[in-house]
Nanobody, 126 residues
């Protein structure tokens, strides 16, 4: 059974940093399309970072490129999202997700992902 559990959210001031974790179980990360998404109240779910299947190459949304970095610890089955230079507009619920169908290039859509964590809230104050 695939499970994704996020943690690490919290409240920070603008310019601060947070590191989110996504502990995975029941899957091999390299066999899936893995992604980090966020959703702010009243807005659509936004894809931030994807790890492409097999290659492990990463795609970053322009909104987070240069500020957010995804890393992974395969021994711990954990993905980490390091978020620096946070802005109030980064305030949202953040989700880790896994897609069975795999992905190999470009941006992806939320409905391509089969498994989702419960989310962790990030709040950035000005």
């Amino acid at each position: 059974q695939v499970q994704l559990v996020e943690s690490g959210g919290g409240s920070v001031q603008a310019g601060g940093s947070l590191r989110l974790s996504c502990v995975t179980s029941g899957l091999t990360v390299s066999d899936y399309c893995m992604g980090w998404f966020r959703q702010a109240p009243g807005k659509e779910r936004e894809g931030l970072i994807y790890i492409y299947t097999t290659t492990g190459n990463k795609w970053y949304a322009n909104s987070v490129k240069g500020r957010f970095t995804l890393s992974q610890d395969n021994a711990q089955n954990t993905l980490y999202l390091q978020m620096n230079s946070l802005k109030p507009e980064d305030t949202a619920m953040y989700y880790c997700a896994a897609g069975l169908g795999g992905c190999y290039s470009g941006s992806r859509q939320p409905d391509e992902f089969n498994y989702w964590g419960q989310g962790t809230q990030v709040t950035v104050s000005s």
